[in-house]
């Protein structure tokens, strides 16, 4: 079966400071992946999605980058963190053939 | 752009109660998906419903496609405290990578 994980779980970050958040699917053979962020336990924002290595699409211009250098390795990352940038983040990954999102646990930042 | 508008946005209910939370959209959608998410915690997939006029039970949930697959309804039986969270239903046009989400309902059930 797929599962998939993110770490870490929480992050208290000075803002300026670096941020590297990784997710890691396992079970499943190039997935599609996706990083978001929740505000407040409402609607999700999709931050970038990528269909394969190397290839990342970003939905919304910000201070946040992303990554895959292997197939089933997605890094969200800042060079400098901004106070906005505090949320919850969550990624997720889906098969080509079924339209379904796969969430997983999320990384709670707080920018201070 | 495509749009879900989920209603109501909060619902605070007693134990025992029955609720009804709606999805609603002006586009058509290939599949359309429930999840609940609890405070913390991703958002965990309830149901994934693909044929218009569908309709899907899982225990107290009821779920349903409209038949024109713009729209969803997710009824819950008799609801309790376990039900506590945040609804979500997001929705797929066909050939498309992006799920389309709603903004959510959030939903207390109080003992």
């Known amino acids: 079966s797929q599962t998939i994980h993110q770490w870490p779980a929480t992050l208290v970050q000075p803002v300026g400071s670096p941020l590297s958040l990784e997710c890691t699917v396992e079970g499943t053979s190039n997935p599609n992946l996706y990083w978001y962020r929740q505000a407040a336990g409402r609607g999700l924002q999709l931050l970038f999605y990528?269909?394969?290595?190397?290839?990342i699409s970003s939905e919304v211009p910000q201070n946040l980058s992303a990554s895959r250098p292997q197939d089933r390795q997605f890094i969200l990352s800042s060079k400098k963190l901004l106070l906005s940038d505090s949320g919850f983040y969550l990624c997720?990954?889906?098969?080509?053939?079924?339209?379904?999102?796969?969430f997983g646990p999320g990384t709670r930042l707080t920018v201070l | 752009t495509q749009l879900l508008e989920q209603s109501p946005q909060f619902l605070s209910i007693q134990e025992g109660e029955n609720l009804t939370v709606y999805c609603n959209s002006s586009?058509?959608?290939?599949?359309l998906q429930w999840y609940r998410q609890e405070p913390g915690e991703g958002p965990v997939l309830l149901v994934t419903?693909?044929?218009?006029?569908e309709v899907k039970k899982l225990k107290r949930l009821t779920f349903q496609f409209g038949d024109a697959r713009k729209d969803s309804s997710l009824h819950i039986t008799a609801a309790q405290p376990g039900d506590t969270g945040l609804y979500l239903c997001a929705g797929y046009s066909g050939g498309s990578y992006i799920p389309t989400f709603g903004r959510g309902t959030s939903l207390i059930v109080h003992p």
């Open positions: 586009s058509v959608f290939s599949s």
């Open positions: 990528s269909v394969g290595i190397g290839q």
């Open positions: 419903v693909v044929t218009g006029g």
């Open positions: 997720a990954w889906s098969d080509s053939i079924t339209d379904t999102q796969y």
